[in-house]
Nanobody, 126 residues
Framework: QVQLVESGGGLVQAGGSLRLSCAAS????????MAWFRQAPGKDREFVAA???????TYYADSVKGRFTISRDNAKTVYLQMNSLKPEDTAVYYC????????????????????WGQGTQVTVSS
């Protein structure tokens, strides 16, 4: 069993930066695929970024590519560095994890992830 807890959200002006953290507990998640999703009010939860456990390959939504960076340490934390934030980045950000092998397409699908955190609010003011 894996428990995920996000932190680092907050209010920031457009153009600013935030760093989100996702801490895992319960067991090591070194072989788990990790991802960040976000959900804005009235919208579906959407893929933001993911990292493949086997070699650290990263994947990004087009809307955040070049501005956001996903990373993980070898212990129990995955990060999302968010730079050049825009008002449209405002959402609740969720950390997700799953142990199974995922294709490039599948890892962008929220239904492929078994474990989820409670979310952290990110608000970007214009």
């Amino acid at each position: 069993q894996v428990q995920l807890v996000e932190s680092g959200g907050g209010l920031v002006q457009a153009g600013g930066s935030l760093r989100l953290s996702c801490a895992a507990s319960g067991r090591t998640f070194g072989t788990y695929n990790m991802a960040w999703f976000r959900q804005a009010p009235g919208k579906d939860r959407e893929f933001v970024a993911a990292t493949r456990w086997s070699d650290g390959t990263t994947y990004y939504a087009d809307s955040v590519k070049g501005r956001f960076t996903i990373s993980r340490d070898n212990a129990k934390t995955v990060y999302l560095q968010m730079n050049s934030l825009k008002p449209e980045d405002t959402a609740v950000y969720y950390c997700a994890a799953d142990p199974k092998t995922l294709s490039t397409v599948a890892r962008r699908n929220r239904y492929e992830y078994h474990y989820w955190g409670q979310g952290t609010q990110v608000t970007v003011s214009s």
